[in-house]
C-alpha cells in the first residue's frame, strides 16, 4: 500500500537520551517535512528537505537533526532529548510545488 | 514566517446542518490557502486548496472562500455529517522549503445528532 510510513507509533524516553523517530514513503515524492503537534499551537515545522541530500531548518529545529540520504527516507533525530520534546511527530512528503502533502500517522513521543 | 489563525477554537454543529470554519491570515504573499482535516487519531489529511487569484473554490460538499481584502478564508461543510468530525486546520502555501506549508492552530468540529 502506497503512503508514508512512521516508526516507532509511540515511545516513552528517559531524557538524555537519543532517540531516532524514521519515515519512509513510497511515492517518490521529492519534498519530506517534519512536524510536531501539540496541544493548542497546531503542527510547527521542525525541518524539512526539498530533495535527497538536501535538508533545512523550520520554525522550531533546535534539539533535532535530519538526513535524506536517499528519497524515501526522511529519519529525525534528537540528539539528547528533554521533557519539552514530549510531543506528536508527524512526517510528511509531497511532490515539488503541491499543496497536498502526504501525512504519516504520527509518533507520539513521551520524554521522561 | 507566516502567521495563521482560526477565529475559533470549537464548532459545535447539529447533523444536517452546514458548517462554516474560518481562518485568518498575514501574508498576502502566500500563493495557495489549503484546508486539512484530522481525524482523532491520525494525521491530518488534504481538503481542498485555493489559489491566491481566486475567490471560490468548491469540492464534493466542500466551499472554501478566500477574502484578500480583510484576509480572511473559510470553509464551508454542507449537510454536516458524523464523518466530518475532526479537527480542521487551515494552511498557507508560499513555495518549497521552510515557508512551503505554514499551518493554524486549528479548529475541532463537534457534530451533534
Known amino acids: 500500500i502506497a503512503g508514508i510510513t512512521q516508526a516507532p507509533t509511540s515511545q516513552i524516553l528517559a531524557a538524555g537520551r537519543r532517540m531516532t523517530l524514521r519515515c519512509t514513503q513510497d511515492m517518490r515524492h521529492n519534498a519530506m517535512y517534519w512536524y510536531r503537534q501539540d496541544l493548542g499551537l497546531g503542527l510547527r515545522l521542525i525541518h524539512y528537505?526539498?530533495?535527497?541530500?538536501?535538508?533545512g531548518k523550520g520554525e522550531v529545529p533546535d534539539g533535532y537533526s535530519v538526513s535524506r540520504a536517499n528519497t524515501d527516507d526522511f529519519p529525525l533525530t534528537l540528539a539528547s532529548a528533554v521533557p519539552s520534546q514530549t510531543s506528536v511527530y508527524f512526517c510528511?512528503?509531497?511532490?515539488?510545488?503541491?499543496?497536498?502533502?502526504?501525512f504519516g500517522q504520527g509518533t507520539r513521543l513521551t520524554v521522561v | 514566517g507566516e502567521n495563521v489563525g482560526l477565529h475559533l477554537p470549537t464548532l459545535s454543529v447539529q447533523e444536517g446542518d452546514n458548517s462554516i470554519i474560518n481562518c485568518a491570515y498575514s501574508?498576502?504573499?502566500?500563493?495557495?490557502f489549503i484546508w486539512y482535516k484530522q481525524e482523532s487519531g491520525k494525521g491530518p489529511q488534504f481538503i481542498i486548496d485555493?489559489?491566491?487569484?481566486?475567490d471560490k473554490r468548491q469540492g464534493q460538499r466542500v466551499t472554501v472562500l478566500l477574502n484578500k481584502t480583510v484576509k480572511h478564508l473559510s470553509l464551508q461543510i454542507a449537510a454536516t455529517q458524523p464523518g466530518d468530525s475532526a479537527v480542521y486546520f487551515c494552511?498557507?502555501?508560499?513555495?518549497?522549503?521552510?515557508?512551503?506549508?505554514?499551518f493554524g492552530k486549528g479548529t475541532h468540529l463537534i457534530i451533534q445528532p
Open positions: 510528511a512528503s509531497s511532490s515539488t510545488g503541491s499543496t497536498e502533502a502526504f
Open positions: 528537505s526539498n530533495t535527497a541530500g538536501t535538508t
Open positions: 501574508n498576502s504573499a502566500s500563493d495557495y
Open positions: 494552511a498557507v502555501y508560499s513555495g518549497g522549503g521552510a515557508d512551503g506549508l505554514t
Open positions: 485555493i489559489r491566491s487569484n481566486m
